[in-house]
Each structure stands twice: as C-alpha cells, then as structure tokens.
C-alpha cells in the first residue's frame, strides 16, 4: 500500500508543477561578473566588477573604527529585541546629520523624516514604492544616462516608469553638461528625477559646483521631485562635507528633496545592510504623516530592519573619537584609489598607449569609465581574465599597487 | 509647494502601536502582552546562550564584511531546510527544492509573495485561516494578490473549527494558494491534530491548491523541533510542492538580527534552478542581498554540535516555561473564583492565546489595570511571569465576571 502510495505521488508530482512556464532568469550583470571570476583558475586574475574596497593586498577592508565599535558594543551585551519599523532611532538620527549637516535648518525644524533601510537598495525601493503610492502627479523617474544597473528594476518593480536625460558625453568620457542641462528643461512638471549626489555609478563622472547650481535652478523651473542617490559620501573626495555638497546646495536652493544614503562603501558595511531614506517635508506636521505612511510600507515587506549594523554605524557617528578614527580611514580609502588612477595612467603611458586617459583621473569615486567597448571587455576576461562589467567599468578598488602594471599591460593590448 | 500635502496620517500598526502605546503608560503594575517577543520569568528579554556563545565564535574568526550572494549564506540556507525537511528528506536529497535567506518570516512571507503574483498567473487568490497574523493581509495585498478567508477558530469552543475549515477548503477554487500555519497557529494557538491535518491535506491535494506553510515557531509550540515540523513533512510526502516561510526570530531569539528563510519545493533539480534564478532577479531590486550577521549566528549555532543541542535545551526551555504560564494562569483565574470554562488556554500552543476577550473587555484591561493586548483579545503569554500572572488574573476576572 506504501509502494503504491509512493507511485501515485510520484505522479501527482510529475503532472502538476507549479512552476513548469518559470523560465532560467540571465544572472545579474554585476554580481555575475564576480560568480565568473571565482570560477576562474587564472592566478593573474582580477576581479573589477563589484565596487567593494580592497586594500592594496586587494583584500576585503574591515575598517579599525569598525572593530572597535563592535567590541564596545559587545561589551553592552545588548539585547536583540526588534527595532522599532523605522529603525534605530539614533542611528536614523546621526545618518540625517551626517549627510545634512548637524546644523541644517532642516534638522533644527524637524520637517525632515529619516528611517533606517535596508542599505542602499532597500532605501531606494522604499523611495520607490513611496513615490509609486504617494506621487500620484506623475508615475516617470528619470535616470541620468547611465546609471547604476539596478535603479531600473527598482523602480519598474514599484510600479514607475523610467525615463532617461543626457549625462555621460562618450566623446570626452566626461560630463554632458549641455545635453543634461536641455534633456532636463523638457521633462514634464513634477516628474522624478534621480541625481547622483557624489562619484557617479557608473561612470565617476561628476558635475562641477557650478554645474550643480545652474541645475539646481533648472529643475526647481521645470517643479520636477528630486530623488539623491548617495551612496559614497566620503568615498568620493575623501571629505564627507564636500561630498554632501550638491544635496546640502539643493535643499538650501529650497528643494524638498528625497534621500537614499548608504553605509556599505564608506564603512564597509556592505553585508550588514546599513542604509537609510530621508524625506524632506514642508514642515514636521508634513513630515509625521510621511513617516506613518513609511512605517505601513515597510512592515509587510521586513516588518523592521536588522539591527547589527545600524548599531555599529550609530555608535561610529555617535563617540567623538571613533567618528575621527572613520573620517581619517575613510580619506584613506579615497586617497588609495585616487593614488591607483594615476598609477594606471602612467602605467599606460609607459606601456605605449597613445589613447588620451585624463578622464580616468578626472573620475572620481570607485568606479571609472574606461570608455572601452564590450568586445574589448570581453578579450579582457577571456585573454587576461580581468572581469568588469560589459559596460566596461571598473571598480578602481580592486586595482593595486601590485596588479595595476598587468592592467594597464592588457588594456593596451586590447586598446592599441 | 508640497510634494507630500495629499499625504494623510495612517493608523499605528495594530500590533506594534501596543507596545508604543505600553511604553508611554506609567503605571508600575503595567503589563505588555502585545508583541510576541518571549520574556523570561523575571519578564526581561532573553538572549539565548547558545547565541552568545555562537557570536563569541563568529567573533574570533574576524571575518570580513563583504556581500553576502542575494540568496544569501549558503551554509545557512542548507542548514535552514534541513531544520524544516529533516535531514533524511527526500526534496533535499534529490535537490529539488530551493531555499532563499530572507529578512525572517515577514521577508521571507514577501518574497514569496511577491513570486507568486509574479509567476503563479493561474490565480490571484490567497485563502488565509480566519483569523491569521494581521500582517499577511497587507503581505499579499502589497504584493498584488487578493486575499480571502477559510473558517479556522471557532469562538464557541475556542478551538479548531475543523468542520468548517474542511468545508471552507473543499470549495476554495483550483490552484488557489492556500495558506497554513505550520504550528502555534497566530493569534489563536490553536492547531489542527494530526488526524485533522492528513484530512486537510488530502481536500487541499484534491482541490488542486498550492500550499504556502507559514513555519514562525518551529519548537517553540511543542519545544520539540521534529514535532512542530509534523504538518510540513507530512504535506511533502504526500507530494505537495510547497511554499515554505521560515523564521528564527522566536525559536532562536534572533528578532531584530532578521533571520529567516523562504522555501520553495520543485519538481526536480531543473527546475528548482530555474525558480531560483527568478526569486534572485526578484530580490536584487528590493534589498540586493541579505543581512550577514543573524545568518552567521543562525548557521553556527545549527552546524555546531555541542550549540545545537544547546539551543534545542534552550528552545524547550522557553516552550515549557510559556506551557507553565497557561497552567498558572488558569489555576489563578479559578482562585479568582472566574466560573467561565478556560480550558482553551491550555489547549492552545505556542506564544500567544486568544483568550476570546471581547473588545470592550480589551480596552477595560488596557485602561483600568495597564494590560496591553492587542483588540482581538489575543495575549502574549511570553509575557506572562510568575510575578504577575495573578495580577493579570485578577484582572480578566475584573472584565469577564
């Protein structure tokens, strides 16, 4: 009776599959460059696709600020009971202060309301699903041309269209300033429009202050709802005021803007998911509906965000000397990279190139528009096992001292 | 100009605004039965031992911090379904399942929520127990589902309403999802006996349903892990590819670390792949990849030997003490001299009871005597201690007599 038993459930299993039409899904552009790098046997082999900070031995990085907040905090022995929906209230807190200014008039008003995400991502698909229920005045986001891969799908998931504007000029690997500047004076009021606040993904390439202002202006014309996208704040120049420059610039300018921040690069924090999304509002009545409105979004997709990291964010930005301890590693991180764009041109330049390779010191941040073609991508991974994304980005925090002559080596064969 | 003028105050959510609303009253006498967080008998937060221990561990490796993959620890998810399936399952050996980490049981309850409005196209429908935890409804609604009911808790016995439940689910639609509590079924604790769940079982195979288990407290019902996890095991052997949520928030004291797992049961290895592949494409745009540290801790404690057993001493530990508080609570309120029948609260498992307060009598425990609950009447005997279980007796004898 059993063997029949399992004879009939072997067919009730056969003939009804739920998931029979569920088709093979392509692998994520990004992280499927690492999956085919681990897979590579290549000693030479070099990993530039995602932008996760290596030391110049091109290991993982675990900042010093990090593991001394993780030892006072352990000491606390604290308990692990949830978090309130919108997070750790002094890690929300210390996040607005840290990207605002302590002394912005809109922390001081409290018309702003900041809640603790899922990193970055998680910030940016709360924003979306925000935008999605609560903008009803339009249903466009527009990106700038390019822009991180994954914006897309977390817009388009939340039920938005997207839409593009000029920004990555091919001709100069610089800014279109131009073609930015008259792709935005024609998109449509009220329109959302996504702006990289520092070291753009994926190109490095940044507007210029004065840029910024005459943008600023622009957009303030067209009534459009600014979207910043940080996610390198103190990554970028290595001075998180500076960097925090064009979203401070535009709330000044009387944008009420929204905010995704990310704590995964600047303290490499990556896996711990530490992020957090800022609305900015007319004035705290505003700004308390807005944060009811966020706390019936977030509950049924994580109920509360995970604890661990915010904890040790909060307790960085919170003790005076772990907060200069990060300021310093964080320039650290910066300089090191600036220090590999220069050492790669001159590499280049010593290998023969005779292609112009300003723009890859001009970029700013992790990652650098190479400005190379995906059939030249290709060879690099197939030839020299040198992984990057199809775009050709690389991320500049894989490159080493060590590694950046063999670099240079294999893009000049690719190149020449 | 105002962006957001349009944008109107929403209501605290039922559940949490209890313990928003405990923490402002001053009342020293106060009590929290809100939130299912279990309480030690001194009424404090426990964090395990074999947590700790575990986290000691993990802390002396010194590992780094990079991205976990967007299924997260690989070692936890195999560890994860085998809590569930049991090592000797037949889905593991054959690989035809795939098990995601999620962001504990309401991430977990999303993703697959959100899979099924994406790739279950044959219906809309999610057929939740009447009553079920308050958050499914806006799960499956958030995520484009539609949401109906099945007879479940039958007030008059405070008990299992097995004739209405089979009824309900004998004509719920072809390929509708259905959804069940695993075990210590929210906020009633009341759960169908085994011989009930093989007669459900067979409706729901002849009704040709897509079964969703919703697994929150596995040992903390019975505090035997195999136990609570009869139902699931018993569906997939009877060959229902199921839907699974996972979470280790209560089982293992991980709340806040976020620490759970979704399931999904194939009909073979191909196309456990293929699944997979789709729930990744799914997450990368809501959260990219999960959080480590509840994962790490989680996978030490179930692949350590020694911390394992720990945890399933710890476990029953919690799922006895909760059991004692039922049994005090009842003996308190026959002291008090209550002559109504309390026998469901013995009979109901797991962290919460629903005591069949009447709204009313909710709102006299919250205002005259500090009792926070939530309006349902549902109670958090996590919460219960021997150092106020008279209190609270004494109370509901106050509201009830």
């Known amino acids: 009776a059993a063997y029949l038993h399992s004879i009939l459930n072997f067919f009730f299993i056969f003939l009804s599959s739920w998931w029979t039409e569920v088709q093979m899904g392509p692998p994520d552009p990004i992280l499927g460059v690492t999956e085919a790098f681990k897979r590579d046997t290549n000693p030479k082999k070099m990993n530039l696709g995602v932008g996760a900070y290596r030391d110049d031995q091109g290991k993982p990085f675990v900042l010093s600020c990090v593991r001394k907040a993780e030892a006072q905090i352990a000491a606390k022995k604290l308990d692990k009971e949830y978090l309130p929906i919108g997070g750790l209230a002094e890690f929300s807190k210390a996040c607005s202060q840290l990207a605002l200014g302590p002394d912005n008039e809109v922390l001081k008003s409290g018309r702003s309301i900041t809640i603790q995400t899922i990193s970055g991502t998680g910030s940016l698909r709360v924003g979306a699903n925000f935008v999605s229920r609560f903008h009803n005045a339009s249903r466009d986001v527009y990106l700038p041309k390019p822009s991180w891969g994954n914006h897309t799908p977390i817009f388009r998931d939340a039920g ?25 004076s024609k998109i449509p009021e009220k329109s959302v429009i996504v702006l990289h606040a520092c070291a753009h993904n994926p190109t490095g390439v940044d507007p ?96 509360n965000p995970p604890m661990n990291g915010a904890r040790i964010a909060s307790t960085i930005l919170n003790t005076p000397e772990l907060y200069k301890e990060w300021l310093v590693e964080v320039k650290d991180m910066a300089d090191r990279i600036i220090t590999m764009r220069e050492m790669f041109v001159s590499n280049l330049k010593k290998e023969g190139s005779t292609h112009n390779w300003q723009h890859v010191t001009e970029q700013i941040g992790m990652f650098c528009f190479t400005g190379l073609k995906p059939e030249q991508v290709e060879r690099l991974i197939k030839e020299f096992s040198i992984y990057m994304t199809k775009d050709g980005r690389i991320s500049v925090a894989g490159v080493t001292s060590a590694n950046v002559g063999y670099l240079a080596h294999a893009i000049h064969a690719v190149t020449k």
């Open 208 to 303: 210029r202050p004065e840029q910024w202002k005459e943008m600023a202006a622009l957009i303030k014309k067209r009534n459009l709802l600014v979207f910043f996208d940080m996610a390198y704040q103190g990554f970028a120049s290595g001075d998180i005021d500076r960097d925090a420059w064009a979203v401070r610039d535009f709330i000044e300018q009387g944008h009420n803007i929204l905010l995704s921040q990310s704590f995964a690069k600047n303290m490499g924090l990556y896996g711990e998911r530490v992020g957090g999304f800022t609305v900015v509002c007319k004035d705290v009545e505003e700004a308390k509906r807005v944060e009811s409105q966020l706390k019936i979004l977030i509950r049924p997709i994580y109920s």
């Open 160 to 184: 938005m269209q997207l839409k593009a504007y000029s920004y990555y000029d091919p001709k100069t690997c610089g800014f279109d300033f131009k073609g930015a500047l008259h792709d935005i």
